[in-house]
């Protein structure tokens, strides 16, 4: 059976293996036909996932649309995860904006895009640098006194900034990139998490796709491509250092899930897919894991 976490102040437990909803939109992302990645998302419901994370940048909003849609009418039975702080004009230029106004503009646009009246978890992006933390939380506080969001997460903070955030709020979560290969949170984050009961939602679990192996040495950026700012597609030892992870017996991708749920503050792992067999691989996966 698929394991479920707690997350403080969010009603529903969430399902181990969360929904990255980010190649839903397509944008950034290579080789993904849209109508197969629709059909992938409504089989993840129908295999017992019910976390679901997007971002209104994901496809300049395109993504919390077929979320919407596809989950409209089963919408409390799921946990939607959205964020702000990315904002873009006509003609696609992209500014950090997290100040009061934006954020208030920006909950607006993304409770019509899902078509819901709440948002389960609302997460700062990434920090803007002009904006004080102080304002960011009481926005925040506010928009959850209203019920409009349930709980509070933080996304790409470091360890200062987690602490800061935690005295002017009450934190439920942080989203950072974990993996096997970038492994930075488990000297301080994860700790301070595993302590203070912050759920820690790991993203880019299997590196962008380097630990499912379904990238290889050589591989050619798309256009649009999201893993162009990926350090990792640009460092020479990559695949030397993902050589040397391989266990005798098991598959990388198991190796590379195994790594990260047995962390104790990962409440979720959030995966990206696009294709219905790789989704129930990785879900076999899963349960398999967590027995």
């Known amino acids: 059976k698929m394991k479920y976490n707690k997350i403080k102040n969010i009603d529903k437990k969430i399902s181990l293996l969360g929904f990255g909803c980010w190649a839903l939109s397509k944008h950034g992302w290579k080789d993904v036909n849209q109508e197969e990645a629709i059909k ?38 799921i946990v ?31 409770l019509k895009r899902l078509k819901t009246d709440y948002i389960d978890l609302y997460q ?28 509070i997460g933080v996304s790409n903070f470091k360890l200062e900034e987690l602490k800061q955030a935690s005295k002017l709020c009450d934190i439920s979560s942080i989203q950072n990139q974990y993996n096997m290969l970038q492994t930075n949170d ?7 998490c595993q302590k203070n009961n912050i759920g820690y ?34 460092n020479k030892d990559t695949f030397d250092r993902i050589e040397g992870l391989r266990s005798p017996n098991k598959a990388l991708i198991e190796s590379a899930f195994e790594y990260v749920i047995k ?29």
Do not use: C
């Not at 920090?127 to 709980?151: A, V, Y």
């Not at 488990?186 to 301070?192: G, N």
């Open 201 to 234: 939602i790991s993203y880019s679990t299997l590196a962008q796709g380097l630990l499912s192996e379904k990238i290889k040495k050589g591989y050619k950026f798309a256009k649009m491509d999201i893993r162009k700012f990926n350090d990792l597609f640009h």
């Open 80 to 110: 939607i995860a959205s964020k702000f702080g990315l904002r873009w004009n006509e003609w696609g230029h992209v500014t950090h904006d997290i100040s009061r106004d934006s954020i208030l503009f920006e909950v607006e646009a993304t």
């Open 40 to 77: 992938t998302l409504e089989k993840s419901i129908e295999l017992g996932i019910n976390f679901f994370d997007t971002a209104p940048i994901y496809g300049f909003g395109r993504s919390e649309e077929i979320l919407g849609e596809v989950t409209k009418s089963i919408r409390k039975d």
């Open 263 to 291: 962390q104790e503050a990962i409440k979720s792992i959030l995966v990206s897919t696009t294709k219905i067999k790789n989704l129930e691989e990785n879900i076999k996966l899963i349960k398999k894991l967590s027995k």
């Open 124 to 151: 700062v992006h990434h920090l803007d640098n002009k904006t004080s933390l102080n304002t960011i939380f009481e926005t925040l506080n506010e928009l959850k006194k209203q019920n409009i969001i349930k709980g």
């Open 186 to 192: 488990e000297k301080d984050i994860l700790p301070f």
